[in-house]
Nanobody
């Protein structure tokens, strides 16, 4: 059984930084994808980034490109989302999600492609 456990988040002022973590357990190999989504109040959940941990390259939504960085520490089975230059509009509940997908699939934007989800963590950015 795959489990994703999130940590990090909290309250920060605009312009500040936070780092989210997603620790995975139970995947059958080291070749899996972790994505990050967020859901702001009254809005649909949106994809913001994903990484295939065996590849190490991150993919980003335009709204966060240049400010957020996704990375993985395979020894710790943990994927990080470093969030810099945070804006009030980044306020949301953030979720990590996991999937084991064919190797030609690298950008994974839709929720239905993910099989496993973290518990969510709240990020609040004050102006």
């Amino acid at each position: 059984e795959v489990q994703l456990v999130q940590s990090g988040g909290g309250l920060v002022q605009a312009g500040g930084s936070l780092r989210l973590s997603c620790t995975a357990a139970g995947f059958s190999s080291d070749d899996y994808t972790i994505g990050w989504f967020r859901q702001a109040p009254g809005k649909a959940r949106e994809w913001i980034s994903n990484i295939r941990v065996s590849e190490g390259k991150g993919y980003y939504a335009e709204a966060v490109k240049g400010r957020f960085t996704i990375s993985s520490d395979n020894a710790k089975n943990t994927v990080y989302l470093q969030m810099n230059y945070l804006k009030p509009e980044d306020t949301a509940v953030y979720y990590c999600a996991g999937a084991e997908l064919p190797q030609f699939i690298v950008v994974v934007r839709t929720e239905i492609e993910y099989d496993y989800w973290g518990q969510g963590t709240r990020v609040t950015v004050s102006s």
